[in-house]
C-alpha cells in the first residue's frame, strides 16, 4: 500500500515536497518507485522514476533540475522534493511502484508500475 502526501496551494517560485509511506507486502528496496502526475484536462504523466536502491534516476525534460526524487529505504518512503514551481506544474501526484527489477532499473511506463498511492493536489498560482 502506498500512502501520498504533502501536496498543496504554493505561488509559483515556491517549493514543496511530496511523501509517499510504503507499507505491506515485500520490503520497499524491492521495487523501483516513482512520481507520476495528472493535470487539468491532461493525461498522467511520468515525473521521476528512481531504482530500487537510488543508484539510478530519470526524470523528465520539464521538471529536470528543478525537482528532485529520492528514497529512504529503512522507514519505506519516497519523496519528491519540488523547487521553483511554476503554474503547469500544478496536477495530482501519484506515487507508484514496479516490482521485479534490477538495481538499476528507472521504468517510465505506467503499465509496469503494479502499485499506486492515491494522489495529492499540487495547486501551483501565478
Known amino acids: 500500500q502506498l500512502q501520498a502526501s504533502g501536496g498543496g496551494l504554493v505561488q509559483a517560485g515556491g517549493s514543496l515536497t511530496l511523501s509517499c509511506a510504503a507499507s505491506g507486502g515485500r520490503a520497499f528496496n524491492n521495487y523501483a518507485a516513482a512520481w507520476f502526475r495528472q493535470g487539468p484536462g491532461k493525461e498522467r504523466e511520468l515525473v521521476a522514476s528512481i531504482s530500487r536502491t537510488s543508484m539510478r534516476t530519470y526524470y523528465e525534460d520539464s521538471v529536470q533540475d528543478r525537482f528532485t526524487i529520492s528514497r529512504n529505504n529503512v522507514e519505506n518512503i519516497l519523496y519528491l522534493r519540488m523547487n521553483n514551481l511554476k503554474p503547469e506544474d500544478t496536477a495530482v501526484y501519484y506515487c507508484?511502484?514496479?516490482?521485479?527489477?534490477?538495481?538499476?532499473?528507472?521504468?517510465?511506463?505506467?503499465?509496469?508500475?503494479?502499485?499506486w498511492g492515491q494522489g495529492t493536489l499540487v495547486t501551483v498560482s501565478s
Open positions: 507508484a511502484a514496479s516490482g521485479g527489477r534490477n538495481h538499476y532499473s528507472t521504468p517510465r511506463s505506467q503499465n509496469l508500475y503494479d502499485y
